[in-house]
C-alpha cells in the first residue's frame, strides 16, 4: 500500500515545497510593490506557516496509522481493538487546539481589516490624492476631480503617496484589483467604496476587473503606472493644456459595452454624471439611446432584436474610427 | 412555429452541431433498442412509475453520472481553451457558456442529485424501514430533478446557454445577457428546486418517523445522520432559492424591478440571496459525503466509528454555522471591518467541526485493521486531499487576505479541493461501496485502483498549480490570457491533469461494462463480508421490493454487526412472517414533471400558450392526485406466501 501511495506523497510534498519555497517570489502577490500589498503578503504568509504546521501534524498521523494498520500477511492481532469508541479527552484536545489556531488567525484579521480602512501609516501626513475609478463593459474610466483630469484604461499615480480610489461602477458589478498594490475592491454602480493604495517603487503594474461583467471580462485590464513625484506633476500638468475635453457624446459612446484602448481627457465625467450616486440607469439611458439591446429577450421577440443589434454593430464601426480603436486590437 | 425552432436550433458552431447530431443519434438508437427488444412497457412498469427507493436512487445516480460526463466535458473544453496564451479554440461567449454550464450541472445536476440518490437507495435499508415516506412524493422529486436538469440541458443546442455564471450575478443576468439562456437557468433550477425540497421534507420525515424498532437517534449509523441533518438544510435553505429565482424569472419575463439596473432595483439583493441558499447548498453535498466515507472507514478498518458522538455534534454546528457566513462570498462588496470581522471569524470557526471529523476519522483507523478495498481508497485518500481545501478554506475566511485571493485561481483550486476531494470522492466511494446493493454484483477491484489512481493523480495535478495561479493574480472566469502574464506553464500542467482525471471517468464506465458482464454474482447481502449496519442485513444481496421481510429489531450502534455476532452464538429466532403492506406505482408524478418541463419550455421562450397549457397539465395531475379516494390510494399487501417464496428462492 505504502509503494501504492509513494507517488502521490511524493508529489505532494515536492508541491509543498514548490509551494513555500521556490514560488513564492515569484508571484504577484508575493511581490508587492507598496504597503498595502505587503501588509496583505504578511498575512498570508502568517497564515501560510499555521497551515503548514497543521498539514505536517495530519500527514504525519495519516502516514503512520494507514501504514501501521493495513492489513497484511503477518498483521499482529494485538493491534486491532475494534471497539475503541471515543476518548473525551482526545477530543477535548482537538477541539481546543483548532480553535486557538482560529483566534491566533483572527486577531492579525481583524487587526488588518481596520488597517486598511485608513491610508499607509508611513504617509498619513501626506494629503491622499482623490481618484475615482469607475468601471463600464468593458473598460475602466479614472477621474482625478482635483486634478481635473481622466483617464482611461490606465491610472498614473506618484510613488510614496496615499491615493484614494473611489470605486464605482456604471453599470455591471466589477472588481478592481493590482495584485501587486493591493487587496480588491467590487465597484457596483450607486455605490462608492473607497480603497487606499499606494506604489513604494515606479514601475507598471498589472490591473485588472476579476469579477465577471461577460463577454469582454477579459480584456477590461488597465495599466497602473506609479510614477516619481515630479514626472506625476510634470503628467498632470501636460494632460491639463494638451488632451482634449470629454465631450457627453463621447463619455456615452464610452459606456456602450465594448473594449477601448487608452485615452486621456483634460476634465472628467463627474460634471455629466456620478455612478456614485446613478444607480446604472444613465448607462441603461445611454445603451437604449444607441439601440444596445438591453431587455433579455426570448425567441419570439428576437427579430426586432437582431436589427438593432446590427444597428449598434454600424455605429460601433464609425465610433471606432473617431475616438476608439476596435477591441480587435486588444486581443492581441 | 418552423421560424421559431429555426432560429433557435443552434446549427453554426462545428461542434455543437456534432453534439446535435450525435444527441439524434442516441435518442433514434435508445427508440430503436427499446422498441426493437419490446420493453417499452417494461421501462413504463418497473422504471417510469416505480415508487421504489432503491429504484429512483438508481436512476438519480445514473442521471448524474450522465451529468457528470456533461460537466467533465465542459471542464475539459475550458481546460483546453486556457492551455496555451491567446487561444481561439473557443470564443469569449461560447466559453462563458461552457463554464457557467460546468458550474451549474456540477452542483445542481451531479453532486447533489448523486448524493440524494445514495441516500435513496441506502436511508431507508439503514433505518429498517420498507421504503421512504411518501413514495409517490419521492417519484415526484426525482422526476421533477430529471426534467428541470434536460430543459437547462437542451439550451446548449436550442436558444443558447446561460452566460452569467454559475452564481448568475444580477445585474449582469438580466441587462447584460439577453436571449433565453438565463431563463433556461431559472426554470431548470426552479423546477429541479421543487423536486430537492420535496426530498428534503421526505426524507426529515421518513428518518424521524421510520426508524426500525430500538434505533434511537443515537443508535442512527453516521450516514443517516448526515442525511438526516442534510434534510434539515435542504429545508430552510431551498425556499430561498425558489423564492431568488422567482424574483429573477419576474424581472426577466415580467418586467418586475428587483435586481435590476435601471428602475430602482438592487442587484446587491441577489448576491446575498443567492448566498443565504448557496452557502448551505456546499454543506448540503458535503455533509452526506463526511457520512459515507464514516460508514466505509467504519466497515473496512472493521472497527467502531470513533467519537460518534461529537461526530453528530460536529454536524449539526456544520449545519448551523452554514446559515451563518454567506457574507464571505463578498467580503470585497465594501462591506465594513466589522462585517467582515464577524463573518471572517464565523467562517473559520467551521474548520473546527471540520478538523473534529478528521481526527475522529484518523483514530476510528487507529487499531483498525485496514482493508484498501476501492471504496476504502477513496476514503483514505480524501484525508489528505481534503486537508488541502480545508486549510486554504481557512486562509480565504481571513476577510483581508481575501482581498489578494477573491475572484482568483485560488478560490478555483479551493473550492475544487472541497468540492472534489469531499463530494466526488464520496460518490464513488459510496458507488462502488453500495454497488452490490444496487445491482447484484461488484465492481471489479482491479479497474476501480486504475480509476481511482489515474484521478487522484490527475486531480492533484490539475487543481495544485491553479493555487499558484491565483497568487499570481490570475482572476477566474477569463478565457484567455496572454504570454506575457507568465501564466503558461501552471495552465499546461492544470490541463494535463484534467485529462488525467477524464481518463479515469472512462475507466469507471467501461468498469460498469466489464463488471456487469464478467463479475461473480453476489449470494448474501453482506457483500464486503464486514458490513455494520442495516443496509446489509438484507436476505439477498439486492434487496427484496419490501426490503426486509421481518422488521430488524436494532440493539446497538452498528446493528448489523451485533445480529451477526448474536447469529454465531446461535441465538437467532426463526422468522415469523407477517404481510407487508407496501404502496403502488404511481404514473402521475412522471406526467406531471412532462408538464413541468412543458410549462418551463414555454416561459423560456415567452411561448405563453405553450406555458399555460404546461400548467394546467401541472394542476390537472395535482387535482388528479387529490381526487383519488383512499380506497384507490392505499397500496397492497404483500402476502406471505410470496414473501416465503422470494425468501427462500434467494436463499437456494
Known amino acids: 500500500m505504502f ?32 504597503p498595502n500589498a505587503a501588509t496583505l503578503k504578511d498575512l498570508i504568509m502568517y497564515s501560510i506557516y499555521f497551515m503548514i504546521f497543521i498539514m505536517i501534524v495530519v500527514y504525519a498521523l495519516f502516514a503512520f496509522v494507514i501504514v501501521k494498520y493495513r492489513d497484511r500477511k503477518n498483521f499482529n492481532e494485538k493491534d486491532h ?20 489556531i482560529i483566534i491566533a488567525l483572527s486577531i492579525p484579521t481583524v487587526k488588518v481589516l481596520y488597517d486598511l480602512e485608513k491610508p499607509p501609516k508611513e504617509t498619513a501626513h501626506k494629503e491622499p490624492i482623490v481618484i475615482h475609478a469607475t468601471s463600464a463593459d468593458w473598460k475602466w474610466i479614472f477621474s482625478y476631480p482635483g486634478e481635473d483630469i481622466e483617464t482611461v484604461n490606465y491610472v498614473n499615480v506618484p510613488e510614496d503617496h496615499p491615493v484614494l480610489f473611489k470605486i464605482t461602477s456604471a453599470d455591471s458589478m466589477s472588481s478592481f484589483w493590482v495584485p501587486q498594490i493591493g487587496g480588491q475592491e467590487y465597484g457596483m454602480p450607486g455605490m462608492v467604496n473607497d480603497l487606499y493604495l499606494q506604489a513604494d517603487e515606479p514601475g507598471e503594474y498589472e490591473g ?81 439611446k444607441y439601440g444596445v439591446e438591453i431587455k433579455p429577450h426570448g425567441g419570439e421577440d428576437s427579430h426586432d432584436s437582431e436589427e438593432s443589434t446590427e444597428a449598434v454593430e454600424d455605429n460601433h464601426e464609425e465610433e471606432a474610427s473617431t475616438t476608439t480603436e476596435s477591441s480587435e486590437h486588444h486581443n492581441h | 412555429m418552423f421560424d421559431f425552432i429555426k432560429d433557435n436550433l443552434i446549427l453554426n458552431d462545428p461542434m455543437l452541431l456534432g453534439a446535435n447530431i450525435s444527441i439524434l443519434l442516441s435518442v433514434i438508437g435508445i427508440v430503436f433498442i427499446l422498441t426493437y427488444f419490446k420493453k417499452w412497457k417494461w421501462l413504463w412498469t418497473e422504471w417510469l412509475t416505480s415508487v421504489d427507493h432503491k429504484k429512483i436512487g438508481i436512476m438519480y445516480i445514473i442521471a448524474a453520472v450522465i451529468m457528470l460526463f456533461r460537466g467533465g466535458v465542459d471542464a475539459l473544453l475550458m481546460r483546453a481553451q486556457l492551455t496555451v496564451p491567446n487561444n481561439e479554440f473557443l470564443t469569449s461567449q461560447h466559453y462563458n457558456e461552457i463554464f457557467t454550464t460546468h458550474g451549474t450541472i456540477m452542483i445542481i445536476f451531479m453532486a447533489m442529485p448523486f448524493v440524494i440518490g445514495l441516500m435513496n437507495v441506502v436511508v431507508p435499508l439503514q433505518i429498517g424501514a420498507r421504503d ?66 420535496l ?18 437517534l443515537m443508535r442512527m449509523p453516521m450516514f443517516t445522520w448526515t442525511a438526516l441533518i442534510t ?66 472507514f467504519a466497515t473496512f478498518a472493521r472497527k467502531t466509528l470513533f467519537g460518534y458522538k461529537s461526530m453528530v455534534i460536529s454536524i449539526v454546528t456544520i449545519s448551523f454555522l452554514s446559515f451563518l457566513v454567506w457574507v464571505h462570498h463578498f467580503f470585497t462588496m465594501g462591506g465594513t471591518a466589522a462585517v467582515n470581522s464577524v463573518f471572517s471569524i464565523t467562517t473559520m470557526a467551521i474548520a473546527v467541526p471540520t478538523g473534529i471529523k478528521i481526527f475522529n476519522w484518523l483514530l476510528t483507523l487507529y487499531k483498525g485493521r485496514i482493508e484498501y478495498t476501492v471504496p476504502m481508497l477513496w476514503s483514505v485518500g480524501f484525508i489528505p486531499t481534503f486537508l488541502i481545501g480545508g486549510v486554504t478554506g481557512v486562509m480565504l475566511g481571513m476577510a483581508a487576505a481575501d482581498f489578494q485571493y477573491h475572484n482568483s485561481y485560488f478560490l478555483v483550486a479551493h473550492f475544487h479541493y472541497t468540492l472534489i476531494c469531499g463530494t466526488v470522492f464520496a460518490c464513488f466511494a459510496g458507488f462502488v461501496f453500495w454497488y452490490p446493493k444496487m445491482f447484484g454484483h461488484k465492481l471489479n477491484e482491479r479497474l476501480g485502483k486504475w480509476t481511482f489512481w489515474f484521478f487522484m493523480i490527475g486531480f492533484n495535478v490539475c487543481f495544485l498549480p491553479q493555487f499558484l495561479l491565483g497568487f499570481d493574480g490570475m482572476p477566474r472566469r477569463i478565457y484567455t490570457y496572454g504570454p506575457e502574464d507568465g501564466w503558461t506553464g501552471l495552465n499546461v500542467v492544470s490541463t494535463i491533469g484534467g485529462i488525467g482525471m477524464g481518463i479515469a471517468f472512462m475507466i469507471l464506465v467501461y468498469n460498469v461494462y466489464y463488471s456487469f458482464r464478467y463479475a461473480k454474482r ?46 454465531e452464538a446461535g441465538k437467532e429466532e426463526k422468522p415469523e412472517y407477517k404481510p407487508i403492506h407496501m404502496p403502488s406505482n404511481a404514473g402521475t408524478p412522471f406526467v406531471m414533471s ?57 436463499e437456494a
Not at chain 1, 6 to 11: E, M, R
Open chain 1, 208 to 288: 485588472m476587473n476579476s469579477n465577471f461583467t461577460g463577454q469582454g471580462m477579459t480584456h477590461q485590464q488597465f495599466n497602473f503606472v506609479a510614477l516619481e513625484e515630479d514626472d506625476y506633476q510634470k503628467w498632470v500638468k501636460e494632460t491639463q493644456e494638451k488632451a482634449p475635453q470629454l465631450t457627453e457624446e463621447t463619455y456615452e459612446k464610452l459606456l456602450l459595452p465594448d473594449t477601448v484602448e487608452e485615452m486621456t481627457f483634460s476634465n472628467t465625467h463627474l460634471d455629466i454624471v456620478d455612478h456614485g450616486v446613478d444607480s446604472g440607469e444613465y448607462a441603461m439611458k445611454v445603451r437604449e
Open chain 2, 231 to 296: 434534510n434539515f438544510i435542504i429545508v430552510f435553505a431551498f425556499p430561498v432559492l425558489t423564492v431568488t429565482l422567482a424574483l429573477m424569472t419576474f424581472d426577466r419575463l415580467f418586467g418586475t424591478h428587483f435586481f435590476t439596473l435601471a428602475d430602482g432595483g438592487m442587484p446587491m439583493l441577489w448576491a446575498n440571496l443567492f448566498w443565504i441558499w448557496g452557502h448551505p447548498e456546499v454543506y448540503i453535498v458535503i455533509l452526506p459525503a463526511f457520512g459515507i466515507f464514516s460508514e466505509i
Open chain 1, 81 to 100: 481493538e475494534p471497539d475503541i469508541h471515543g476518548s473525551t479527552k482526545l477530543e477535548i484536545i482537538w477541539t481546543v487546539i483548532p480553535i486557538v
Open chain 2, 522 to 567: 453476489e449470494t448474501s447481502g453482506d457483500a464486503w463480508g464486514a458490513g455494520r449496519t442495516l443496509e446489509w442485513a438484507t436476505t439477498t444481496s439486492v434487496a427484496p421490493f419490501y426490503n426486509f421481510a421481518v422488521t430488524p429489531e436494532v440493539k446497538g450502534l452498528d446493528a448489523f454487526m451485533i445480529m451477526k455476532q448474536e447469529r
Open chain 2, 132 to 197: 421512504v415516506a411518501f413514495p409517490y412524493l419521492n417519484a415526484l422529486s426525482f422526476w421533477s430533478f430529471f426534467f428541470g436538469a434536460i430543459l437547462f440541458n437542451i439550451s446548449f443546442v436550442f436558444g443558447g446557454s446561460p452566460d452569467a455564471g454559475w452564481t448568475n450575478y444580477a445585474p449582469l443576468a438580466i441587462e447584460g445577457s439577453p436571449g433565453p439562456g438565463i431563463n433556461y437557468y431559472l426554470l431548470g433550477l426552479q423546477i429541479s428546486g421543487i423536486g430537492t425540497l
Open chain 1, 3 to 34: 509503494k501504492k501511495l509513494k507517488p502521490y506523497l511524493v508529489l505532494a510534498t515536492s508541491f509543498l515545497f514548490l509551494f513555500v519555497l521556490s514560488g513564492c517570489s515569484e508571484y504577484a502577490i508575493f511581490d508587492p510593490k507598496g
Open chain 2, 199 to 216: 426530498t428534503g421534507i421526505n426524507f426529515i420525515v421518513t428518518i424521524i418517523k421510520m426508524r426500525a424498532p430500538g434505533m434511537t
Open chain 2, 594 to 650: 412532462v408538464f413541468f418541463f412543458v410549462a418551463g419550455f414555454g416561459l423560456v421562450f415567452k411561448l405563453w400558450w405553450i406555458a399555460i397549457l404546461g400548467g394546467i397539465g401541472v394542476l390537472a395531475c395535482m387535482a388528479l392526485r387529490s381526487l383519488r379516494s383512499h380506497k384507490e390510494d392505499e397500496g397492497y399487501y404483500v402476502s406471505v406466501e410470496e414473501i416465503i417464496n422470494t425468501e427462500q428462492k434467494k
